[in-house]
């Protein structure tokens, strides 16, 4: 099992322009969660689905912010456009169930320098 | 704000020692305990969890406590070695899906 794929592992952008993150979830999994991670803020829910559709994006910030799952196997989060502030790791993770119920596997994130 | 507050920040731990990580949650929905453990440069990974119905659960050399009267639970890693030094997070969520996660403790065990 490759566990969950990102992608890019790092982006360097500048103030304003267009992000897309990407995510491969685990094959079966039918939950998919995005996390952002900062030193300040930790780690945030910013969205979840569960069968490929979006059941809580209350995490969301803004309107900037966009989160996509078109199907099992993929999702992206964009930001358009971005601020210096969007700076931080951006985590994908899936879920199915197990021992206790659906356990989350998270994956190695995308890193974001917004200039 | 929030919902699980998790101490200490940061603790340093002779090899063979025991490190003791808590945390305290105020929302009495919460149904789902779970503890990550992270490593730099990667995503967080389930460690071990426990539900409210238990007041123990050990696996190998990490145990979760969890005092529901309190609403207080921790994580007690036993013979604590170098590869265990990582950053910890607690996290707590009513029907599994939205983790809320406490602020972190970076582990930090000494040769």
């Known amino acids: 099992d490759a566990g969950v794929i990102q992608s890019p592992r790092h982006e360097v952008t500048e103030m304003g322009q267009e992000v897309t993150l990407r995510c491969k979830p685990i094959?079966?999994?039918?939950?998919l969660f995005w996390y952002r991670q900062t030193m300040m803020r930790g780690l945030e829910l910013l969205i979840y689905?569960?069968?490929?559709?979006?059941?809580?994006d209350s995490g969301m910030p803004e309107d900037r912010f966009s989160a996509k799952m078109p199907n099992a196997s993929f999702s992206t989060l964009k930001i358009q456009p971005s601020e210096p502030r969007d700076s931080a790791v951006y985590f994908c993770?899936?879920?199915?169930?197990?021992?206790?119920?659906?356990?989350?596997?998270f994956g190695p994130g995308t890193r974001l320098t917004v200039t | 704000q929030q919902q699980v507050k998790q101490s200490p920040q940061s603790l340093i731990v002779q090899k063979g020692g025991i490190s003791i990580i808590n945390c305290a949650y105020e929302?009495?929905?919460?149904?789902?305990f779970p503890w990550y453990q992270q490593f730099p440069g990667k995503g967080p990974a389930l460690l071990i969890a426990?539900?409210?119905?238990?007041s123990e659960k050990k696996e190998g050399r990490f145990t979760i406590s969890f005092n529901k009267s309190a609403k207080q639970f921790s994580l007690h890693i036993m013979d604590s070695q170098p590869g265990d030094s990582a950053t910890y997070f607690c996290?707590?969520?009513?029907?599994?899906?939205?983790?809320?996660f406490g602020a972190g403790t970076t582990v930090t065990v000494r040769a």
């Open positions: 993770a899936s879920s199915s169930p197990g021992q206790f119920g659906y356990e989350q596997y």
């Open positions: 094959s079966g999994h039918n939950s």
């Open positions: 689905f569960n069968n490929n559709v979006p059941i809580d």
């Open positions: 929302n009495t929905a919460f149904d789902y």
């Open positions: 426990i539900r409210p119905d238990v």
């Open positions: 996290a707590a969520s009513i029907r599994d899906y939205k983790l809320s």
